[in-house]
């Protein structure tokens, strides 16, 4: 059985370009989530999934960002313009039910921003 | 909300020599917990979780942890371990009904030949 994908391993973008990070979930897991890890911190929620629905977006930084699952498959998160704060590893996870059930990761998308 | 305290940044233990690394909760009437284990160049795997039960979980790779609900505290161990233990260790916790899970600063294992 396939793990939860990501792409790219790696981005390197300049300030004020557009970055499109994606995440291929465990077939049949409902619940996706994006999490990111700025260097030296803790590993920050930005979203939740449930299918293609928003279930809790509370940890998305600012307007920059956007996240989408469409057909509640995979989803992708956009950061459009980036700054140099963006700077970190994305990490995408799913689960198949939710409340305490084990989240699987990816291995992340590094992203840097100069 | 929750929030988890990881006090050690980084810990050097001898190989073969015991582990505990510290994990700390803000206290909550249900709570439940995982350690998540990151290899070099590696995504996030689960060690071990509670989300109800003994207070003692035993997870992959020899390690454990104690549930203890009067100190708020998760602390991960193990009796011996391996230069292969060397990884980036997490401690997270997440309220019952709440779907997120939060992350503590992680906590550098360096295994000493």
């Known amino acids: 059985e396939a793990g939860v994908t990501q792409f790219p391993s790696h981005s390197v973008i300049e300030k004020g370009q557009t970055v499109t990070l994606r995440c291929d979930p465990i077939?049949?897991?409902?619940?996706l989530y994006w999490y990111r890890r700025v260097m030296g911190k803790e590993i920050k929620f930005l979203l939740h999934?449930?299918?293609?629905?928003?279930?809790?977006e509370s940890g998305m930084p600012n307007n920059r960002f956007l996240a989408e699952r469409t057909g509640g498959t995979y989803s992708t998160l956009k950061v459009q313009p980036a700054e140099l704060e963006d700077s970190g590893v994305y990490f995408c996870?799913?689960?198949?039910?939710?409340?305490?059930?084990?989240?699987?990761f990816g291995q992340g998308t590094r992203l840097t921003v100069v | 909300a929750q929030s988890v305290t990881q006090l050690d940044s980084q810990v050097p233990v001898f190989e073969e020599a015991p582990v505990e690394l510290r994990c700390n909760y803000s206290?909550?009437?249900?709570?439940?917990l995982f350690w998540y284990v990151q290899y070099p160049n590696q995504g996030l795997q689960l060690l071990l979780k509670?989300?109800?039960?003994?207070?003692l979980v035993k997870g992959i790779n020899g390690f454990e942890a104690e549930f203890n609900k009067s100190q708020t505290s998760f602390h991960l161990r193990k009796p011996s371990v391996h230069i292969s233990d060397t990884a980036e260790y997490f401690c997270?916790?997440?309220?019952?009904?709440?779907?997120?899970?939060?992350f503590g600063k992680g906590t550098r294992l360096h295994i000493l030949p």
């Open positions: 996870a799913s689960s198949q039910a939710r409340f305490g059930t084990e989240a699987f």
């Open positions: 077939s049949g897991h409902d619940n």
């Open positions: 999934f449930v299918k293609e629905s928003k279930q809790d």
């Open positions: 206290s909550s009437v249900s709570v439940y």
């Open positions: 509670y989300l109800s039960g003994s207070t």
């Open positions: 997270a916790a997440g309220d019952v009904g709440d779907d997120k899970i939060i």
